[in-house]
């Protein structure tokens, strides 16, 4: 059995200094996070952030620089057995997004509610302004320490 969870996260800062993220509701409740997800069996972190950018957003990406990996005891919030290991990138869009972007969080449509009761996720991507972005922004605690890094390096 693995015991640890390795997800993957990118941090994309668009030409107008404005912070992607992801608005989802999983299981009945509201996260907003950072783009990215678990790596697969067999995955480096790098494809495993190009894999995920293309399921979730039809997007391809390009990795630019390490920004952080998680470095002390984190337990998984969805499965208390498993220790969570996040690695956060700095990237960059190649091409032009293509998915629907929001202005309010958790500004689901109705096909996507749909969706949620069917799977238990549906997620929904929006720009946070620069001037805005801040660790509450984010809602969970590795996802804050990442967001405390972007705002200082920048």
């Known amino acids: 059995m693995n015991n640890f969870n390795i997800r993957v996260y990118g941090i994309l800062i668009n030409k107008n200094k404005e912070v992607l993220v992801s608005d989802e509701l999983i299981k009945g409740n509201r996260y907003t996070k950072f783009c990215g997800g678990g790596m697969e069996h067999g995955e480096g972190t790098i494809n495993c952030l190009k894999r995920e950018f293309k ?29 969570l290991i996040s690695i956060y990138y700095q990237i960059e869009a190649l091409e032009e997004i293509k998915v629907p972007l929001k202005t309010i969080p958790f500004d689901f449509d ?45």
């Open 55 to 83: 399921e979730e957003m039809d997007l391809e990406i390009e990795v630019v620089d390490h920004l952080y990996t998680t470095d002390f005891y984190q337990k998984s919030l969805f499965n208390p057995n498993q220790q």
């Open 110 to 154: 109705e096909t996507e509610l749909i969706k949620h009761s069917l799977t238990g996720q549906v997620e929904s991507f929006r720009f946070i302004p620069w001037d805005v972005f801040s660790p509450e922004c984010v809602t969970l605690p590795i996802d804050k320490i990442a967001a405390k890094m972007v705002k200082r390096n920048k």
